[in-house]
């Protein structure tokens, strides 16, 4: 399926229903205040990265519905730990590699 | 910038300028050290193209949060008032199925091609994003050559 054919914006097929926006508030404040700094982010992006290799195996070779179904959960959450992770990973790198521009000798010394 | 992440920017670094840190985003973002906030904003702009292009006058954002939340948010004009929809689905990932959270009152877990559509996204968006800003190999994690 194409990202095209993708409906949305949730994912079903009738339209959805417009129902009042939940406060964004809290929910960020309670996110922020709990977050913690990853001590090694590279080696948790590497943890993250193995387990979403086993649990792709496991999703292959997954024979019935419902093992099948958690697979696909547990993808969507080690997708997200893996970016949580990366996102770690930038900062502690100090850079904005973001852009296509080559760093030169002066832009480090300036960075720092 | 959206008024989510303008809020959650005012949380981080209070109301008042502190040396050294730029708040407003940059045209071109050289070698500056961006908040999660503003790197979620960076990623968003991909996670809001996944579905096709936005109909003209629409605001459309769809981002990981954290491991346990993706946003989907949307902004429309209604065509009979004039007036701007707001629309955000907030899809809480448990251990046992990804629970979609409309409006703060409705719950429900989303099944079948609801699921598959939403699995087949987050798998885009995390490709996409893993190399378009992270320069990551989204497979092995390395950085990219």
């Given at each position: ?19 009042t926006?939940?406060?964004?508030d ?13 001590e090694d ?10 387990s979403?290799?086993a ?15 958690l ?11 893996i970016l ?12 904005d ?5 080559k760093p030169t000798?002066d ?6 | 910038m959206?008024?989510l ?8 670094t209070?109301?008042?300028?502190t ?8 045209k ?6 961006f908040?999660?906030?503003e ?10 193209k996944?579905?096709?292009?936005i ?13 346990r ?28 199925g ?8 409705r ?18 968006y ?6 378009g800003?992270?320069k ?10």
């Amino acid at each position: 399926m194409s990202p095209e054919q993708l409906t949305p914006p949730s994912f079903e097929q009738s339209p959805p229903s417009r129902a009042t926006p939940f406060e964004h508030d809290d929910e960020i404040r309670l996110h922020m205040s709990n977050y913690a700094p990853i001590e090694d982010a590279r080696a948790a992006i590497q943890a993250a990265i193995a387990s979403v290799q086993a649990n792709s195996l496991e999703e292959a070779i997954a024979d019935d519905p419902e093992t099948l179904r958690l697979a696909k959960i547990r993808r969507v959450y080690e997708h997200g730990d893996i970016l949580e992770s990366v996102r770690v990973a930038y900062q502690q790198d100090n850079f904005d590699l973001t852009r296509d521009e080559k760093p030169t000798q002066d832009m480090f010394s300036q960075a720092s | 910038m959206s008024k989510l992440f303008k809020k959650a920017l005012q949380l981080i670094t209070g109301d008042t300028l502190t040396e050294g840190v730029n708040l407003q985003m940059p045209k071109k973002h050289l070698f500056r050290k961006f908040t999660e906030r503003e790197l979620i904003q960076l990623e968003s702009e991909i996670g809001a193209k996944l579905f096709g292009p936005i109909p003209q006058g629409a605001r459309r954002e769809f981002f990981c949060l954290d491991k346990r939340t993706w946003i989907w948010y949307e902004e429309v004009s209604n065509p009979k008032t004039g007036v701007m929809d707001q629309s955000t689905t907030r899809y809480e990932v448990h251990d046992n199925g990804i629970l979609k959270v409309q409006g703060g009152s409705r719950y429900t877990f989303i099944e079948g091609m609801e699921l598959d559509n939403f699995v087949m996204a987050t798998g885009l968006y995390y490709e996409q994003v893993t190399r378009g800003i992270y320069k990551r190999d989204p497979r092995t994690g390395k950085m990219l050559a």
